[in-house]
C-alpha cells in the first residue's frame, strides 16, 4: 500500500491535550497550530466510536510494551475522512511517563472504508450512553428512591402503588436525559464546551458527544426533546392517577431542564441560580414530587426530606466546576466557582459537606421530623472526608479528579443508605431499643 510522503508528529499528555502540532499535522488534517496546541485533544481527530472502543487499548498496549501501530481512519477538520497508519509509543519525563506522540501517514491507496477499526455492538450501546451521560442518573434515581421510601415508611398510602413508583421513576429518567442532552447542546452552541480543554472527563466538560461526532447539533436537540415529550407522557399518566399537583412538579422540573443553560434565562451562567436550580431538582423537588406521585397530597417535610441528598447533588456540580473554570468565566458562564475563584471555593464545598450531613443529623436526633434509619446517610461521611481533603490540598491539580470521582460515589452511597434507613426505620429503631 502506498503511503503519504507527508507525516504528521503530535504529542499529547496523559489526558490527550495536544502539546506539539507539527507542520506536517496542520497540512494533513487542516488546523493551525494556534487552534489546537492546548485547546484540543487528539481524539478531535478520530470517529467517535473508534475513540470509545479502540483508542483507550492502544495508548494502554503502547505505555506496557513501548509502542502500538495501527491502521485506522481520521478526520479533517473539513470533516473529510481518510485511511493512515499510526505509531504510537509512550514519552517519559524524569523516568515517569508523561504523554504520547503519535505519527501518523495517510494510506493513499486505501479507502476510509476499508481502513475502520470494527465497531461492537457494545461500543453502539455504549454510544447512547455517553450521549445521554446515562451512568450519572443516579442523581435523580437516588431522591425517587428516598421519596419512596419515605412514603413506605410513613404509611402515607396503602398498599405501596408499585405502578405509580415505576411511571414516576421513569418520568424522572427520561426528564433528567432531557436535562442532559440540553445541557451539552446550549453550553456547545454557547461555546462553552468548545472553549474547554482542562475538563476531566467523564466527569465534567459534557458528554463531548457533539465534538466527537457521536451526534451533530440538531440529533442532539431532538434527542433532548423526544426524552422531554416522553416524561411529559408519563407525567400525564400520574395526573390522571395522583391529580393535578403533579403537573406544577412536572413543569418546574422542565423548566429547570431546558433553562438550566438554555438561553435567555442561563441559569448556570447566574452566579448561584445554577446551583439552586441542580440542588432544588434533585433534592426537594424530585423527592417531594415522588410522594405527590404515589399519595395525591405533599407536605413540608416531603420537601425537607430531600434536602440533603440535593446539596450532595450540587457538591457533584459544585467539584466538576474547579476544571471548568477558565472556560466558563471566558465564555460568560459565571458560576459560584467563577465568582469566588478556586482557592475560596474549596470552602464552599466544604460548607455543602456539613450542611448535607449535619441537617440530616438535626432533623433527625433534634426535631424527630426524620426516623432515626435516616441516619445511615452519615456512612458516606469517610467519602466526604477523603474528597475535603483531596480539595483542600490539590485544587489546583489534575489530581483534584480523586474528588470529582469521591463526591460522585459519595452522592449515591449516602443516598442509597439513607433511602434504605429510611425505609428499614421501624427495625432500626427496634434493633437501637428505641
Known sequence: MAKGLEKSVI????????????????RMFGYTKEEIIGKKRVSLFSPGQVVLEHVPTWLSEASQTGEHVARTVFVRKDGTPFA????????????VQVGYCGVTEALEDVEPKDAMPEISLMTKIFTWLVITRAPFLTAVIVPILIGAAWVATQGLVTPFPTGR??????????????????????????????????????????????????????????????SLLVSAGLGVLLFLQAGIGILAFGLAGAFLAYFYTAPPLRLSARRGLGELAVGLAFGPLAVAGT????????????????????????????????????????????????????????????????????????????TGLFPVGALLILGGAPLAIGAIRTIMSEYRERSLVKANVATIQLHALAGFLMAAGIFWSDSIARLLGL
Request: glycine share 10%.
Open 291 to 366: 410522594v405527590y406521585a404515589l399519595t395525591g397530597s405533599v407536605s413540608t417535610a416531603d420537601f425537607l426530606v430531600g434536602v440533603p441528598i440535593g446539596l450532595l447533588t450540587i457538591a457533584i456540580l459544585w467539584i466538576n466546576q474547579f476544571p471548568d473554570l477558565e472556560s466558563d468565566k471566558e465564555t460568560g458562564k459565571i458560576n459560584l466557582v467563577v465568582v469566588l475563584g478556586r482557592s475560596r471555593a474549596r470552602y464552599g464545598y466544604l460548607l455543602l459537606m456539613l450542611a448535607a450531613f449535619g441537617l440530616a443529623a438535626y432533623w433527625t436526633l433534634v
Open 11 to 26: 504529542t499529547c499528555d496523559m489526558e490527550g491535550r495536544i502539546e506539539t502540532f507539527g507542520d506536517g499535522s496542520e
Open 165 to 226: 413508583f415505576f411511571t414516576a421513576l421513569f418520568a424522572g429518567i427520561f426528564l433528567h436525559v432531557a436535562a442532559n442532552t440540553f445541557n451539552d447542546y446550549f453550553d456547545w452552541r454557547s461555546g462553552t464546551d468548545p472553549a474547554n480543554n482542562d475538563y476531566f472527563l467523564p466527569y465534567s466538560g459534557g458528554s463531548r458527544s457533539i465534538e466527537l461526532g457521536l451526534v451533530n447539533e440538531r440529533q442532539l436537540f431532538t434527542v433532548a426533546m423526544v
Open 84 to 95: 493512515a497508519e499510526i505509531r504510537v509509543t509512550p514519552t517519559y519525563k524524569d523516568g
